[in-house]
């Protein structure tokens, strides 16, 4: 590890999604994905042009917003790429010296260093530019005792209930063929982080299509962003679905950590989200494959939970469907075990089923 960070990260601070119904997004949020409503921003404090909802959920913290005028830049993005991820707001002790360190280094700055106040104390932001649309915030909250940012007020809502989402374990940036190394590039020498893993086609490919994909981590192993891009195939591959639908880069999936899986997936399954599905016999062969683990591997059968091993420990994930009519973003649920992986034996079962879908949407 580096002696000398230039970025100490916190974590990550929120994720915002730009959507087209800000309001109908957070009843979906809540009541599909156990998410509490605590803050929000619109009309009735005093914002013109647009709403946001701030939705929590452990230490998960997801903020939804849309425009409330026409000719609006979030109207816009949402007209171009649909729902999705616009902004990966990190927390930071300093906002200014992040941004200087990084805009030192070759970052394009959106938003300088602003400071936002209220009675509750300040909040300060700044925004470099990420791949297509995307954009990375960093965010300061060590003056701030509010309920999220200045402009928000509180929410009385209970919410549904949570289903044990309990933190942002990674975020997934899906690029164009033969940009995945220029990403990588940037988040070493622009962020100062470091190649965790690095996949080829090899590794991640099907009779049909393929990927390739690097992980790039912080210093502390906080935040970790993998990065794919296709790869030639016989036909087009998930990640060319996404870039064809969401028009060009950005975020393909969110992946958030739980304590109990089976509970979780249980919990989302009653509220009806739909999972992937692996072929039945993904589970044929699968305790020869892992060897012991605590769960019941009937239980994971039954609800479709997949498992990787490496070599220090296995971990048990699943993912949902894409969350919006465009096949775009979807949610990864995960539970480590000692493993600091992705789960890289799964990708191939799981794009055959990928396939599948993509077959019945008639994009493969
Ligand atoms: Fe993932």
Known sequence: MSAADFLPLRGYDHVEFYVGNAKQAAHFYDKALGFKPVAKMGLETGCRDRASYVMQQGNVRFVLTSALTPDHEIARHCALHGDGVKVIALEVADVE?????????????????QAWEDQHGVLKTGVIRYAGDTVFKFVERRGYRGVFAPGYQPLAAQGRGGVGLAAIDHIVTNVHLGEMNYWSHWYEQVLGFSQLKH??????????SALMSKVMENGSGKCKFPINEPAEGRKKSQ??????????PGVQHVALAVKDICATVRALREREIDFLRVPATYYEDLRDRIGRIDEDFDELRELGILVDRDEDGYLLQIFTQPVQDRPTLFFEVI?????????????????????REQARRGNL
Not at 199 to 208: K, L, P, Q, R
Not at 240 to 248: A, K, N, R
Request: aromatic share 14%; glycine share 10%.
């Open 97 to 113: 010296a992040a941004l200087r360190e990084v805009k030192a280094r070759g970052a394009t700055v959106v938003q300088p260093t």
């Open 199 to 208: 996949f080829t086609d090899a590794d991640i490919s099907t009779e049909y």
């Open 239 to 248: 990640i060319d679905e996404y870039l064809e639908w969401y028009q060009g």
């Open 335 to 355: 539970e480590r075990h000692g493993s600091r992986g992705f789960g890289v034996g799964n990708f191939k079962a799981l794009f055959v089923s990928l396939e």
